[in-house]
């Protein structure tokens, strides 16, 4: 996923890069900040950075851009970015979260084993659910499964 590639990017430039974009005020500052920082344009899989500045100046700049946790700054960010062109920073953000979610959910929880229930009289004198295909007070086997 292209945001969990800018994550890395961020997180290991985080502290040359940010307290350069914070200052920032025109997308021309952003790409002198990104030169300052030691970065080239187009590294690390980035588009030319005169097609992102003015999105990422955006960004840094939204109301709810986080202020002091660095990690949440980059989330944020390289979330947000992660759109390139045709969407939205948020709608971005919110596409980046739905397929974290979806992909933890095929870890989270899953079916170890299913059984149908079974009610059965035996013959043994037993009424109730079967297990494991059998009556659970004698052993006899229901006619027909496995």
């Known amino acids: 996923m ?4 800018y994550r890395r990017f961020f997180k290991s430039h985080w502290e040359r890069l940010w307290p350069l974009l914070r ?13 300052r920082a030691g970065l080239h344009d187009g590294e690390a899989g980035f ?8 999105t990422m100046l955006r960004v840094v700049r939204e109301r709810r851009f986080p202020k ?15 759109g390139l062109e045709g969407i939205t920073p948020r709608t971005s953000r919110d596409l980046c979260e739905r397929e974290r979610t979806r992909q933890a959910g095929d870890d989270r929880h899953r079916i170890l084993r299913a059984d149908p229930v079974w ?9 109730g659910r079967a297990v494991g295909w ?3 007070k004698c052993g006899a086997r229901i006619p027909g499964a496995r």
Not at 2 to 5: E, I, S, V
Not at 68 to 82: I, N, Y
Not at 119 to 127: D, Q, T
């Open 47 to 54: 588009i030319r950075l005169t097609a992102l500045a003015p």
């Open 68 to 82: 002091r946790l660095k990690l949440a700054q980059v989330d944020f960010l390289a979330d947000s970015l992660a």
């Open 23 to 35: 200052t920032c005020s025109t997308s021309a500052d952003v790409a002198a900040a990104w030169q």
């Open 134 to 136: 059998a009556c659970p």
């Open 2 to 5: 292209r945001a969990d590639n």
């Open 119 to 127: 009610e059965v009289e035996c013959s043994c004198g037993h009424r």
